[in-house]
């Protein structure tokens, strides 16, 4: 063979195996390596180059899963932790037939969840990072349903939010509790004759979101005031609106219907 | 002899490495044709150019022209992070295109604490590590 077609096949041969060492790479799979040559030419270089991108993917690939793992198992603790204090304001409640504070207990146990439900969701997902809006909602609509319902209550949930749009646990947070009061008022107050329907439906362009919820329940009370009349979950919903930089109206004059933008 | 080998008395020699102190202060290792410098190599090499200190810390040449392959856990090693050290600069001659990726992977990865440099010529070395005599 003369040189040329020697050198030809050799370096064809040299490029197929470092090729072939990237592609392995590219599937996470760092237990190949290039040869380096005796040579030090352009071949050899190339692959030291790949082995040693090769080490530095591997360390931090190894160093990501480890922080997801940290990660996924923080959210997992701070759930739990969440749903013993719900259990612990449950146990206060044995025995007793107080129905002011048994609703006071209620409501801090629907509070806790609808943030215990944001870890959960975070643990659980791929993404460690954001919660999809729709399927949050959906669950915390569910949860506060069967919290709140009474016998022949039937309420329907009707939801138009875009399933691309995902939160981070900073707007989740203080959102979840937002439409925990939202709805919980609703099912308490809205519907007397148990029958109605919640609408949630999200807009969004670019970054600004519009966010309602509707029920065609009774509507407020003649001469109603936030200013004057409003309890602790009303006050909440407005200081956390402040806390997402949102702007809150609400309306009642055909049921009642919250409209949040941020 | 050339500017490396200036003062190349009692060298120490570790199996990847041939360090000794110039006569002009500024100390040199120059790694052996075609070494792969492992963890082992790195640190027998840290001890080596430990030996040369007196009182006082010192630039350092590395010759690197002729290094076949550096490990990430030696790289990290030569890095100075989180372990003492008794250079203050060191500049690493670069060569032929498999040192060149070698150091420009180094420098760039890395990260070394101390001020650190890759040069094509043994002079320019030189005069940059004297400004911190």
């Not at chain 1, 362009?205 to 309602?212: Q, R």
């Not at chain 2, 500017?3 to 060298?11: D, E, F, H, V």
Request: aromatic share 8%; net charge positive.
């Amino acid at each position: 063979m003369s040189e040329l077609k020697y050198r030809t096949v050799s370096a064809r041969s040299k490029e197929k195996k470092i090729l072939e060492v990237i592609m392995a790479y590219a599937r996470l799979d760092f237990s190949q390596k290039t040869k380096i040559g005796n040579e030090g030419d352009i071949f050899d270089a190339i692959s030291a180059g790949v082995n040693m991108l090769g080490e530095e993917l591997k360390n931090s690939t190894v160093s990501l899963r480890e922080k997801e793992q940290l990660l996924r198992e923080i959210h997992h603790r701070v759930k739990n932790n969440l749903q013993i204090i719900s259990s612990l304001l449950s146990l206060q409640t044995y025995n007793e037939k107080d129905k002011k504070f048994l609703s006071l207990i209620r409501e801090s146990r629907n509070r806790i969840k609808s943030m215990a439900l944001v870890h959960e969701m975070l643990y659980s997902t791929s993404d460690l990072s954001r919660v999809q809006l729709n399927n949050y909602i959906k669950t915390l609509c569910k949860s506060i349903y069967e919290s709140y319902r009474r016998p022949k209550m039937q309420i329907i949930f009707s939801f138009n939010i875009n399933e691309g749009v995902y939160f981070d646990i900073d707007r989740m947070i203080p959102l979840g509790l937002i439409l925990n009061e939202i709805i919980s008022n609703s099912l308490k107050h809205a519907f007397p004759e148990n029958k109605g329907t919640i609408s949630i439906s999200l807009k969004n362009v670019k970054n600004n979101y519009s966010l309602t919820i509707q029920d065609d329940g009774k509507g407020l009370p003649a001469g109603f005031s936030v200013k004057k009349h409003s309890n602790l979950g009303m006050q909440l919903i407005f200081m956390l609106g402040e806390q997402l930089n949102a702007k809150v109206n609400m309306h009642g004059k055909k049921g009642i219907s919250y409209k949040i933008q941020f | 002899m050339s500017l490396m080998q200036a003062g190349k008395n009692n060298p120490v020699k570790t199996t990847a490495y041939t360090t000794w102190m110039g006569e002009d202060g500024i100390a040199r290792t120059v790694v052996k044709k075609n070494a792969e410098v492992k963890l082992k190599e790195a640190v027998e090499n840290t001890e080596a150019v430990f030996s040369l200190f007196k009182d006082k810390k010192f630039p350092l040449l590395i010759d690197s022209r002729y290094i076949k392959y550096i490990t990430k856990e030696a790289r990290d090693h030569f890095s100075i992070n989180n372990r003492e050290t008794v250079i203050i600069c060191f500049g690493i001659l670069i060569d032929s295109p498999l040192s060149r990726v070698i150091g420009n992977f180094f420098m760039g990865l890395n990260k070394p604490s101390v001020p650190a440099k890759l040069f094509t010529n043994e002079e320019e070395a030189l005069k940059w590590l004297k400004k911190f005599l």
